[in-house]
Nanobody
Framework: QVQLAESGGGLVQAGGSLRLSCAAS????????MQWFRQAPGKEREFVAA????????IYTDSVKGRFTISRDNAKNTVYLQMNSLKPEDTAVYYC??????????WGQGTQVTVSS
């Protein structure tokens, strides 16, 4: 059974940091692009960052550039999202996703991140 399991969310003050993890299991993900999305209350889900399992190519949405870093540990089949200098507007449920050939095939269950001002 394919599973993406996020962890690491929580409550943090503005300016603080959190590291989210996404543990992938159930199949080989070497051909997939791993992505982080987020959804704030009353808003649509939005793309945050992506990384390929191989090659290390990364991309970020403009609002998190310079603050968030996506990385992976192939040996652990885990993708991370290091979030620094957090702002209240970063408050959202963060989702991990795995895509192949431009199509998202798997989603995690999400982890809540709340940034207090």
């Amino acid at each position: 059974q394919v599973q993406l399991a996020e962890s690491g969310g929580g409550l943090v003050q503005a300016g603080g940091s959190l590291r989210l993890s996404c543990a992938a299991s159930g199949r080989t993900f070497s051909s997939f692009t791993m992505q982080w999305f987020r959804q704030a209350p009353g808003k649509e889900r939005e793309f945050v960052a992506a990384i390929r399992w191989t090659g290390g190519f990364t991309i970020y949405t403009d609002s998190v550039k310079g603050r968030f870093t996506i990385s992976r540990d192939n040996a652990k089949n885990t993708v991370y999202l290091q979030m620094n200098s957090l702002k209240p507007e970063d408050t959202a449920v963060y989702y991990c996703a795995a895509s192949q050939y431009g199509n998202i095939e798997y989603w995690g269950q999400g982890t809540q991140v709340t940034v207090s001002s």
